[in-house]
Each structure stands twice: as C-alpha cells, then as structure tokens.
C-alpha cells in the first residue's frame, strides 16, 4: 500500500479531486491532511471524504519536529502540498528528499516566489498580458518554488480572460494532470 500524507491551507479543492481520483485504488490511500488553518475549507472536505485531518499549529511546524515526527510515524510515500502557503522548513526537506512534491498555479520558474500564490499569480499573468499560463509540479527544496521541476502543462491565455478566467483554466489543468502525476510517482 502506498501512503500519501497531503499539506493544505484553503479550499483543498486538489485534495478532494486527488481523493477522488484514488478513492477506488485499492494499492494507494490517503494517510492524512494536515493544515496550519484552523478554518480551511479544506477540513470540512475532509470531514465529508471520511479522511483524517488534523490542523496543527506554527510552532509545531517551525520551531520542534513535533509535526515532523507525526508525518514520520505515518510512512508516507509521498508528501503532497495542495495549496498549501507555508515555507517548508529545512528539517522536512531533509527527512524527505524527493518525496515532496507541490503544484504551483504558473509556469515556473515565472511568477513564483514568496507572496506568488493563488490570485496574486493570475492577476500578475493579466496584468503583464501573457499569452499563456500552466501549471508546474515540481520537488520541494528549501525555496520558495526553487524545487527541481517533474510536469508542466501550458494553457492559452486570450486577451479577454480575467483573472477569474486564468485561475479557472489552471484548476481545469491541475484537476486533470496532478493526479496522474502522483500516481506516475507512486509507481516509479
Ligand atoms: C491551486 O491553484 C494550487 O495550484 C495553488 O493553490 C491553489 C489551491 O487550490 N498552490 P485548492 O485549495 O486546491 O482549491
């Protein structure tokens, strides 16, 4: 059995589809959700899905290995940020090299960063009027977006789009390709 343990903060819209997607596998299940939102969405999900959640706070994450230890008891194949906004700290990086892996709403290594996240991405591709946009799925390191890139998937982006239009066409792709890409992982 493969385990994936999923980081999340918002809506956990990725978190449903990718529980979605491996709900009937029995060779892969969901070990947990964590989340540093005491009141994301991404719990209420949960709670719907029959999955584990469990919200934990910033000194567990950043100053112990507290949250650490709890993923480690947990054996998990592979840590998946789905929207998930915090830095992931030095001594997960080193405890999991090459199991984390996040999705990032553009096509990095363009609008990523600190602060480049959900809408503040699709309004900086609106306002530089790109012509496309995407997704990239890439490894985790102690940088901001800096991890070494696995997937990428492009989208046109019309003159006529709004930000609401962009980020809709990013869900459609990280909808469709993140859980193919985690289970591509998981069988590798
Ligand atoms: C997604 O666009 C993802 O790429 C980004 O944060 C968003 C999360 O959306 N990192 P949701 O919480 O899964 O609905």
Redo the contacts with the bound molecule.
């Keep these: 059995m493969k385990r994936i343990v999923l980081l999340?903060?918002?809506?956990?819209?990725?978190?449903e589809?990718i529980a979605n997607y491996f709900k009937d596998n029995s060779k892969v299940t969901i070990a947990a959700v964590f989340t540093n939102k005491r009141d994301a969405?991404?719990l209420d999900r949960c709670n719907r899905l029959n999955i584990s959640a469990l919200y934990f706070n910033k000194q567990s994450f950043f100053k112990s290995d507290c949250l650490l230890n709890i993923i480690k008891g947990m054996e998990p194949d592979l840590i998946v940020?789905?929207?998930?906004l915090l830095k992931i700290p030095e001594n997960f990086v080193v405890a999991f090299p090459n199991k984390i892996v996040?999705?990032?709403?553009a096509l990095l290594p363009k609008y990523g960063g600190k602060g480049m996240?959900?809408m503040y991405v699709h309004n900086a591709i609106k306002s530089n009027n790109e012509t496309e946009t995407g997704?990239t799925i890439h490894y985790v390191n102690e940088n901001y977006d800096e991890g070494a890139i696995i997937y990428q998937v492009k989208t046109v982006v019309s003159n006529t789009d709004t930000p609401e239009d962009i980020?809709q066409k990013?869900?459609i792709l990280?909808y469709d390709h993140f859980p193919k890409v985690i289970d591509q992982l998981l069988s590798n």
């Design positions: 999340a903060s918002g809506s956990g819209s990725n978190v589809n969405k991404v940020l789905a929207g998930f996040n999705i990032h709403p996240y959900g997704i980020a990013v869900h990280e």
